[in-house]
């Protein structure tokens, strides 16, 4: 074998990703197939529970360093296709730029629909008739500007509350709402005129469906079409949920009935998740209310009086330093500083595979009023938060409870073998897949985690080798890290099986590992 033709180039753009990894793959040849045939035989873990960034409709404030700070490896974006239909240059929108950009650092992307027929004063169009198929074609197109790879298409965006009452009812005993019907049909039309010509073909959701933990929604006819189109429809891969609650007890029942609803078979994600009802019906309680806020209004000089909102509103208006914020969240009986625990644990037990989280204030947001009538705080629930916490480095204004618990989650991702420990029996795992392309395989993405890839982007590559590094150096330091991964071979002979050619490529992206340096 001759490394040189197999060197794996720490700066490789994307575009040279895919025959990188097939060249390198040759090179190992039939000793790493034999190796990834005998992890195969393994019985597959659980599904990764990975959390990514939710940028809504303002993907164009993509930040590399934020995204890279959090260890953070998927991205999610929605468009309004009704409004993209008055966009001249599809290549140069600001938020398609922002997920172009995204996929350039290595982000696997969630792209989501968003069908806001209500706000545009629209029905959901007839079927065949040429407004829809206006619609697919711009929607087709808004995808393609994006370009590949776009890992996760969700086909809508809250269509209980996008859509006019008429176009949610069922229009005779038996049949399936119209948004339903469109749906599917823009199924079928994406997946012939985009995914299937893709080299990766992309996994379709249906949804975005929310408040599922009440019995009205739970029982209406649309949600319930929705989910039988999901189970039904070889083409979907599963639904896409909001998670907003009050209580975690409402998180809980809500993911719950998803599971049971949907099976066993199909996969949830969850590409919004907040306790928004619960911070919002705060807002008019005084900030002293119990022992440990009287004692944060003291050491900042607020009077205990003072409403959450008019304290939110002066955060917004001036901003406070972090120690501040996180000395006022965690002194507030109402708020849960363990959101991003709590829920990563609900996800892990009903089997969702991604959930993204409202990622970033920017300084266009300072100035926001929480005072005003029917404000919903999600603001405040984000990971980064410039517009209420100003730092001398950007990159410090976070949420500081969520970013921990944020980062553990990021680090368990490395369980392979799901044992809720970071060890070397997960590396063993790991090591015979090394840059296999599961996709090109056509192995089931639900197999994708038990054989190494742990950001699901359907390959075993230098990523996932990042991830595992960040978590097993984060869990036992530096020194242990560089005890059992030595260069040029490792010190421990259970570590890596006694193959030359997988030993050259550890040795090889050990090497470029260390000669990156990361930037801030």
């Not at 300084?363 to 916490?389: C, H, K």
Request: some cysteine; charged content about 20%; hydrophobic content about 40%.
């Amino acid at each position: 074998m001759n490394p040189s033709r197999c060197e794996f180039q720490s700066d490789a753009v994307n575009r040279e990703a895919r025959r990188q990894r097939l060249s390198l793959w040759r090179c190992l040849g039939p000793i790493a197939a034999a190796l990834a045939g005998l992890a195969a035989l393994r019985p597959a873990p659980a599904a990764a529970q990975i959390l990514g960034a939710n940028y809504n409709e303002t993907s164009r404030y993509v930040d590399e360093a934020q995204l890279a700070l959090s260890k953070t490896k998927w991205v999610r974006g929605f468009f309004d296709i009704l409004q993209m239909q008055d966009v001249g240059n599809l290549a140069t929108n600001d938020n398609i730029v922002g997920l172009r950009r995204a996929q350039a650092a290595g982000q696997q992307v969630i792209f989501s629909f968003k069908w806001a027929f209500e706000n545009h004063n629209q029905n959901v169009p007839t079927p065949g008739s040429p407004q829809e198929a206006a619609l697919f074609a711009r929607a087709v197109e808004t995808l393609e500007a994006v370009g590949a790879p776009i890992n996760h298409i969700v086909l809508g965006n809250e269509p209980m509350w996008e859509t006019r009452q008429a176009d949610l009812q069922r229009p005779a005993p038996g049949e399936a709402p119209a948004v339903v019907t469109f749906t599917e049909r823009l199924l079928d039309y994406v997946q012939q005129h985009y995914g299937a010509l893709q080299t990766q073909r992309p996994q379709y959701y249906v949804g975005s469906l929310n408040r599922l933990y009440d019995a009205g929604p739970q029982g209406s006819a649309v949600v319930q079409e929705f989910f039988q189109l999901a189970r039904d429809n070889p083409l979907v891969a599963g639904v896409d949920l909001h998670v907003h609650y009050d209580t975690l007890q409402e998180a809980q029942e809500m993911m719950q009935f998803a599971r049971s609803t949907l099976g066993a078979g199909k996969d949830l994600l969850a590409t919004e998740f907040s306790p928004v009802w619960r911070y919002q019906n705060a807002l008019d309680e005084p900030i002293g209310a119990d022992p440990a806020g009287a004692q944060f209004a003291q050491q900042y000089g607020y009077e205990p009086s003072l409403l959450v909102q008019d304290y939110l509103h002066d955060a917004f208006a001036s901003q406070v330093s972090r120690q501040e914020w996180t000395d006022f969240i965690v002194s507030q009986p109402w708020f849960n500083e363990h959101h991003i625990r709590n829920m990563h644990a609900l996800f892990r037990q009903h089997g969702v595979s991604v959930a993204t989280l409202g990622y970033n204030q920017t300084e266009a947001m300072r100035g926001l009023d929480p005072t005003r009538s029917g404000y919903a705080p999600f603001q405040i629930n984000w990971l980064f938060i410039e517009g209420l916490v100003e730092e001398s480095e950007p990159l410090d204004a976070s949420n500081e409870p969520y970013m921990a618990d944020w980062l553990d989650a990021q680090h368990l991702l490395a369980d392979v073998d799901r044992d809720s420990d970071i060890d070397l029996s997960d590396w063993q795992l790991m090591l015979p897949n090394l840059m296999r392309d599961l996709a090109a395989e056509q192995i089931p993405p639900e197999q994708w985690l038990a054989a190494g890839d742990l950001n699901k982007s359907g390959q075993v590559d230098r990523t996932d080798f990042r991830i595992f590094k960040d978590a097993y150096v984060s869990r036992y330091g530096p020194a242990a890290f560089d005890a059992q991964f030595a260069v040029p071979e490792p010190t421990s002979l259970a570590l890596v099986p006694p193959a030359a050619a997988t030993a050259w490529l550890l040795q090889r992206m050990l090497a470029n590992e260390r000669a990156a340096r990361p930037s801030r």
